[in-house]
């Protein structure tokens, strides 16, 4: 743990005092989002302090030029920026001709934050004293729309407390903006058109290469005391930038306060020529409604998230305020609308990593989506994986792979590898195997096999394709092996042998094969289609299976253990707890060179395998694993805690369980890795989730039946949380006492508790 200055709360993150140092970390913490956009938290108001300015549009990128020393020949020759959109919220204000900076106040006294995720609102209140000695009293309140997705809200009070003042508003729409992490300190904006009519304003831009258009827009309103002004607009028009001036004078003890409405209209969405009369409609749709209207219609489309998607911890705020400031910001980033989206790493948060999609969104967001969503939202992410197979084609090609062989990439946009670190870009292939994973987890777990024949078996056959080519014969081990490759711990790079890889890619062809099979004999339409776009042959897959069946996994004899990767016994084998605390995390201390030569795990790797395969080990064989490889790990990566979190439940190592857990649920609250002002972590958050309901719920699929081997940690008293299995609502509540069930609705269920069967009937409790 690294900060400890956010409020234990079970609904709301809070902050309660001004500490210029924390600005950055609060903007990441406090960023909200509708699916649409997203924006961090800074403030509305001029602040002359450190900031990480960010807005954010889904699905707008930028293509920026590679930035290396060495250009090597399969180089992507752009890295795909996650685009810092115009900026809406800006609000100047001026007191008696004095500018508010937090950074320059006298005193700020009484500063408080919250996000409220109940009902999905974020406010700001402090005190002040200015330079001229004015005292005032600051509210301020912003929203995303989850209805009218285009459109934000903020309201914005001034009081004067010890004098009546002339109080100022400059809101404006500015363009001019840039990347914190642009490679080339290039701009990627053009602005097109900058607007002003009847109060409010427009101003039309569109990114470079990618040609994005997208209308920024907003219109104010203003208030005395809670009546409706009718002020004088001041427009002032720049080339990247438009305010207008709204000037009040506000006796002592008074409340001048601006409604802003705001927000973006996109091609993607509207005819790019009919932008600025898509935001007119936005703005008349949201100002109709006014401030309040919309915040109410906020707080009803929250609780219909929550609805479904809450978890609730007794007993443990701290736990509880974790998971569910997880659950929040992964709704705030995807809702499933759009199938053209995904999930990107920061979401809507901060800048780094680019690309909208990892492999995290098949392995770690899949599971969350699919389970408290219509699994069409999971369908979704999976047919966007099938619309880029084509361009994972065109990867492996680059790289010299041939026959439709398919490498999705490790990051992307559009489907085309966008990473440009060559130990990521050409060596992290597992990726391939997440997504092959994910159509098995998703046909498992839905029961909708539709999927596989219809779209499903192509991405599986270039998947395999590509395993099967990236595989050498070893003479010397008479086994085929995988040389060269980075496994999910990205603390071995070019690495022979990552059993993880390995084994995952044997894993590709069995599947692929199995389900070739069984569309021939079920689905022979959509056989016969595949097999005439694909020109597979019964000879072809007999040379797969040939590498599937004689693939080699490194293995100790001396440990009893699947080797990480051929060299990893002849590290020296120092544990992190013998690792001085002063060289944590080592990613930030040590040297790239150092780090590859330790043995340290950066996250999850072969037990990532015993992860999604625990069903072809035994229990035992997952302890020695889990024992043997978790004193290694320093979970310098977000996304191993939960992994641990899940296998040490199983494992009724519960206090480990429960340690790792805060570490997932709270990682970025507590800023475990001292990084979370560049944004936070979203998709490991659905991880978070998973080490609950997978780990502490035991929940799996079993023999085609939903299956739950409950736990609970000493430190609470009770947990519960709700699954859309095959369309059945079903609630699960434990305690120390037992384990509660109930089906809200639909057909009589079978489920299997402690491996035992057990009938669930509509509204009726079962406790085992």
């Known amino acids: 743990m690294n900060q400890n200055y956010i409020q234990p709360d079970n609904w709301s993150i809070i902050e309660e005092g001004f500490d210029a140092d924390s600005v950055k970390s609060s903007e990441s913490l406090f960023s909200i989002g509708n699916g649409a956009m997203g924006q961090r938290a800074n403030f509305e108001e001029y602040y002359s302090g450190a900031t990480f300015q960010g807005s954010y549009i889904a699905g707008v990128y930028y293509p920026d030029k590679t930035k290396v020393g060495w250009w090597k020949n399969g180089y992507p020759e752009y890295f795909a920026k996650v685009l810092n959109a115009p900026n809406w919220i800006g609000i100047n204000v001026k007191v008696n001709g004095e500018v508010l900076d937090l950074n320059t106040c006298k005193k700020v006294v009484n500063f408080r934050r ?62 001019g903006i840039k990347n914190e992490d642009a490679n080339w300190e290039e701009k990627f904006w053009e602005t097109i058109q900058v607007k002003e009519e009847s109060n409010q304003a427009f101003i039309v831009a569109k990114t470079l290469k990618t040609n994005f258009y997208a209308c920024t827009f907003m219109q104010n309103e203003l208030f005395l005391n809670g009546k409706k002004l009718q002020l004088p607009t001041n427009a002032s028009e720049k080339a990247t930038e438009i305010s207008f001036d709204y000037t009040q004078q506000v006796k002592a003890n008074e409340t001048f306060t601006i409604h802003k409405f705001g927000g973006y209209t996109v091609c993607t969405n509207h005819d790019k020529n009919k932008l600025i009369t898509a935001a007119k409609k936005a ?65 809507f948060t901060g800048e780094k990593y680019g690309g909208s999609t990892y492999w995290d969104t098949e392995a770690y967001c899949i599971p969350f989506y699919m389970t408290t969503k219509d699994q069409q939202v999971a369908r979704n992410l999976l047919q966007y994986r099938y619309n880029h197979l084509e361009k994972a084609i065109e990867n492996a090609q680059k790289l010299g792979f041939n026959n439709g062989a398919a490498l999705y990439p490790m990051v992307t946009m559009n489907g085309e590898e966008c990473h440009n670190e060559w130990e990521i870009t050409f060596e992290e292939i597992h990726r391939n195997g997440a ?22 078996l192509e991405v599986m056959i270039g998947i395999a394709r590509f395993w099967h080519q990236r595989a050498s014969f070893s003479t010397a081990k008479n086994k085929y092996v995988i040389l060269g490759v980075t496994g999910p711990n990205e603390y071995e790079n070019n690495v022979n042998n990552n059993w993880y890889t390995n084994y995952i890619a044997q894993w590709c062809i069995k599947f692929a ?76 201390k040590w040297s790239w060179d150092r780090i590859l030569r330790s043995p340290y795990i950066k996250q999850a790797d072969t037990l990532q395998g015993f992860y999604f395969f625990e069903d072809h080990f035994s229990k035992e064989e997952l302890e020695k694993h889990f024992n043997f490889y978790e004193p290694f790990t320093v979970h310098e990566s977000s996304l191993s805690p939960c992994v641990h979190s899940i296998q040490a439940a199983v494992l009724d190592k519960m206090d480990m369980a429960y340690t790792f857990y805060l570490r997932t649920s709270r990682l970025d609250l507590d800023d475990y890795n001292k990084e979370v002002e560049e944004g936070l972590h979203i998709t490991s958050m659905a991880g978070t989730w998973m080490s609950i309901v997978e780990g502490f719920g035991g929940m799996r699929v079993k023999e085609d039946t939903l299956s739950f081997q409950p736990r609970i940690p000493k430190q609470w008293q009770g947990y519960s949380f709700k699954v859309n299995f095959r369309n059945q609502i079903l609630k699960i509540n434990v305690t120390h006492k037992g384990t509660s069930f109930e089906l809200e609705k639909g057909n009589n269920l079978v489920i299997l508790v402690d491996g035992k069967k057990v009938a669930v009937s509509p509204n009726d409790l079962v406790t085992v």
């Not at 401030?291 to 007794?314: R, S």
């Open 283 to 347: 703005l008349n749709n949201a100002t109709s409604l006014g401030f309040e209207a919309l915040l109410e219609n906020q707080k009803e489309a929250w609780a219909k998230i929550w609805e479904m998607a809450d978890i609730t911890i007794e007993g443990d705020v701290k736990a509880q305020q974790g998971i569910r400031f997880n659950i929040f910001q992964l709704n705030q980033t995807y809702l499933g609308k759009d199938s053209r989206l995904n999930i990107g790493p920061k979401g």
């Open 435 to 456: 997504i092959a994973f994910a159509i098995y987890n998703y046909t498992r777990y839905t029961g909708d096999y539709s999927y596989i024949p219809e779209m499903g």
């Open 114 to 175: 919250e996000l409220n995720m109940k009902e999905g609102w974020y406010e700001r209140t402090f005190m002040a004293t200015l330079p001229n000695d004015i005292e005032i009293e600051v509210r301020a309140k912003r929203f995303l729309s989850i209805d009218i997705d285009e459109v934000g809200v903020i309201e914005y009070s001034v009081k004067p407390l010890n004098t009546e003042a002339t109080i100022q508003y400059t809101p404006y729409l500015d363009s």
């Open 513 to 588: 094969k199995e389900h070739i099979e069984k569309v021939k004999q079920e689905y022979t339409a959509d056989y016969n289609r595949i097999m005439q776009k694909v020109r597979l042959s019964d000879q072809e897959i007999s040379s797969w299976m040939e590498v599937a069946e004689n693939m080699y996994f490194p293995y100790s004899e001396q440990y009893g253990v699947y080797l990480q990767q051929d060299g990893f016994l002849d590290k020296d084998l120092v544990s992190v707890a013998d690792l001085d605390s002063s060289q944590r995390p080592i990613n930030q």
